[in-house]
């Protein structure tokens, strides 16, 4: 029964980054993009300032996607907002600034899922004020790598859906995401199988996989009963689901 209600449900499509074949990555018209070619979510980052500021970027450093360079945690906020953050993507999107992850949030608007990837450690509840400030927190995912980060951050905001993401599915990788109270296991494509989603499932667990940018692949996972999708082309993912 309760596999026949799961086959029944939308796959969940998740912008990694925004649209990010369509507009500079983790940037408000990425996000509007993403919107605007239907995703039900959109992945972003978010990293420390050295001032305290929370920002939406991938890297450690701004080299790869701006036009300035550094660490994002020796750059004061006045400084990042300075830097053009569009026109390695294309000169049409010059002028582009990184958004504070307040900006990002007030950009999607409540229209689709945040899932804010933590970056940093211990930014938990800077991220989740930020959340509750803007009452988005059944519109909102707190994501990472790192266990004790999404812990914390659900400690923070307890209305808060978590994220544990890894590469590769093992039973330590389930248990121990158990133990912290995660909502939901992302792990990368091809690093688990039907048989680990069907696992997660049954321990009451959504399943995403991550980066998923083939089409006849997203059909084969949406078979082995994956929740959500992440990809960089979500709207040609879309397309086919």
């Given at each position: 029964m309760r596999g026949s209600a799961r086959c029944a449900m939308r796959?969940?499509?998740?912008?990694?980054?925004?649209?990010?074949?369509?507009?500079p990555e983790n940037t408000i018209p990425s996000f509007l993009k993403a919107v605007e070619v239907g995703v039900d979510a959109i992945e972003l980052d978010a990293r420390e300032t050295k001032d305290g500021a929370l920002v939406v970027?991938?890297?450690?450093?701004?080299d790869r996607t701006t036009n300035?360079?550094?660490?994002?945690?020796?750059?004061?906020?006045?400084?990042?907002?300075?830097?053009?953050?569009?026109?390695?993507?294309?000169?049409?999107?010059?002028?582009?600034?990184?958004?504070?992850?307040?900006?990002?949030?007030?950009?999607?608007?409540?229209?689709?899922?945040?899932?804010?990837?933590?970056?940093?450690?211990?930014?938990?509840?800077?991220?989740?004020?930020?959340?509750?400030?803007?009452?988005v927190a059944n519109r909102a995912q707190v994501a990472s790598f790192?266990?004790?980060?999404?812990?914390?951050?659900?400690?923070?905001?307890p209305s808060v859906s978590t994220v544990s993401i890894s590469t590769k599915?093992?039973?330590?990788?389930?248990?121990?995401?158990?133990?912290?109270?995660?909502?939901?296991?992302?792990?990368?494509?091809?690093?688990?199988?039907?048989?680990?989603?069907?696992?997660?499932?049954?321990?009451?667990?959504t399943f995403d996989a991550w980066p998923v940018d083939d089409a006849n692949l997203a059909k084969m996972l949406v078979e082995q009963g994956v929740d959500s999708i992440t990809s960089n082309v979500a709207s040609e993912i879309k397309k086919v689901l």
């Open positions: 796959t969940v499509v998740v912008g990694h980054r925004g649209a990010p074949n369509l507009a970027i991938h890297d450690e450093s701004v300035g360079s550094g660490l994002v945690r020796e750059l004061l906020l006045e400084e990042v907002k300075k830097l053009d953050a569009g026109s390695w993507f294309d000169p049409s999107f010059r002028g582009v600034r990184v958004p504070t992850l307040e900006e990002a949030l007030e950009s999607i608007d409540r229209k689709v899922m945040a899932r804010i990837e933590l970056k940093d450690g211990g930014i938990e509840e800077k991220a989740c004020s930020i959340i509750k400030k803007l009452g790192e266990l004790e980060r999404v812990k914390k951050a659900k400690e923070a905001c599915f093992t039973e330590g990788f389930l248990l121990k995401s158990i133990e912290s109270c995660v909502n939901t296991l992302a792990v990368l494509v091809g690093k688990f199988s039907e048989a680990d989603v069907h696992e997660a499932h049954v321990r009451g667990l």
